[in-house]
């Protein structure tokens, strides 16, 4: 789970954070690179072909490999394809390829999203999915300092080699995206050395519509046979959770761009250093779940997460200042950390392994879909209003959160009450 948590969080930033950073250097305005943060999108509506993933068996890698680990390897192979045609897009000359290959790379993310964490979850009992989610989190930020602060150095080492005036970003860039296409050799490997999980896909019906129904309808309505009208309060939960990290997350880059922030200070400092606090949160987070349960820290990490973006509001005004930065990243990404980490062990707790592919899908989708639209208009408001403004709105986004987190938690309470 180490290793194919990183394969899982290196494309994620290289078609939504760094992404962003590229294109902000390149001089793309701010409404435009909020509009392409709905590349992202794919990663909200992967539900559609989860099912899929979870039923259908591929020619040839499917007898080879295994159900789970020949859907990996397709969706890897996607990934480093689109990567590479990312590498040798131009965001100034070659917008619309590049942005062709980033909805690639997001399409076979998310498929590779949908397979691991049925991998994950059908590869040990419920007592140790914290566990796996702890490991899986390890890799994930391990590929996010690789994908975030690498990525940086990268692009600004091959930028120096180059002194041909306007080429020169594209040799930087185009040889840290090659790099990063190579490293997804990491996830592939791991595929081919792991043993497929012991439970069994279910016989194929002989009859269409009885394939269809079980394949398309029963994962879904087995989550609400569940949870009967529960199941409701619980995905509004789910959509909501997240919301004011992700939205804030798009224009972090452009922010640090415009701040007159350098590459080595923001690899340093936001991708580095932050990373190691999100691990270290992920880390307090799983061991305070474990300890007071994961309702209790999913209410703090909450809290916290909302509180630390109005930090960001601070910092925008106070200017440009890396001590100041540090101590902001500090917080915020200590905050994720502890959120992120009750967040996973608790959507893994509602899925039933039968259906695990599609239901955490169902569950993960969920959680982007209502964060990733409203961040497609974050340039246009930064834009109107402002860096400061923005960061003070995604904050109060985490009111509705909360509330919604105690009522959730209250009804369970009270089904505990009854049984």
């Known amino acids: 789970m180490l290793t194919l948590g990183f394969s899982a969080g290196l494309p994620l930033l290289l ?20 509009f392409l943060s709905w590349i992202g999108l794919a990663y909200g509506i992967k539900w559609m072909w989860a099912p899929l993933v979870d039923k259908l068996l591929i020619p040839f890698l499917s007898s080879w490999l295994g159900r789970r680990r020949a859907w990996l390897i397709v969706a890897q192979t996607l990934i480093i ?41 059908e590869s040990a009992a419920a007592q140790l999915q914290g ?35 306007p080429l020169q970003m594209d040799l930087g860039w185009t040889s840290a995206y090659l790099w ?39 994962p879904f309505a087995d989550f609400y046979e569940r949870y009967k009208w529960r199941a409701i309060s619980i995905l509004a939960l789910i959509a909501i959770y997240r919301i004011s990290d992700i939205v804030m997350g798009i224009m972090a880059n452009p922010f640090y761009v415009d ?12 991708k580095i250093y932050g990373v190691v606090m999100t691990l270290l949160g992920a880390f307090i987070g799983g061991s305070l779940s474990i300890r007071f349960g994961v ?21 925008s005004l106070h200017g440009h200042d890396v001590r100041a930065l540090i101590a902001v990243i500090s917080a915020d ?42 961040a497609g208009f974050s340039g246009l408001y930064v834009s109107q209003f402002g860096y400061s403004s923005f960061f003070i709105a995604t904050a109060l986004l985490g009111c509705p959160v909360l ?3 105690f009522f959730v938690d209250s009804q369970t309470r009270h089904d505990r009450l009854e049984q």
């Open 259 to 270: 701040m007159g922030y350098t590459k080595t200070e923001i690899a340093t400092v936001t």
């Open 295 to 315: 309702m209790r820290i999913l209410i703090w990490g909450a809290c916290l997460s909302a509180v630390s973006n109005l930090l960001f509001s601070w910092l």
């Open 180 to 218: 990063m296409a190579a490293s997804m050799g990491v996830g592939v490997l791991t595929v081919f050395l792991s043993s497929e999980p012991p439970v069994q896909p279910s016989k194929p019906s002989p009859h269409l519509k009885a394939w269809l129904y079980s394949t398309l309808i029963e």
């Open 403 to 405: 509330i919604l987190l």
């Open 131 to 165: 566990a796996l989610a702890a490991c899986y989190q390890t890799g994930y930020r391990l590929a996010m300092i690789w994908a975030g602060a690498g990525v940086l150095w990268l692009a600004s080492v091959y930028s120096e080699i180059e002194t041909h005036g």
């Open 333 to 374: 990404n200590l905050s994720s950390g502890i959120a992120s980490a009750a967040f996973i062990a608790y959507l893994s707790s509602l899925t039933n392994v039968k259906y695990s592919a599609t239901q955490y899908a169902m569950l993960s989708s969920v959680m982007l879909l209502l964060p990733k639209f409203l």
């Open 15 to 34: 078609v939504l954070g760094t992404l962003s950073f590229r294109l902000r250097e390149a001089g793309i305005d701010l409404a435009t690179i909020g």
């Open 81 to 121: 394809i689109g990567l590479i045609g990312m590498a040798i897009s131009n965001p100034q000359t070659d917008l619309k390829q590049l942005v062709l290959f980033a909805l690639l790379v997001a399409f076979g993310s998310a498929t590779q999203d949908i397979a691991l964490d049925a991998f994950r979850i």
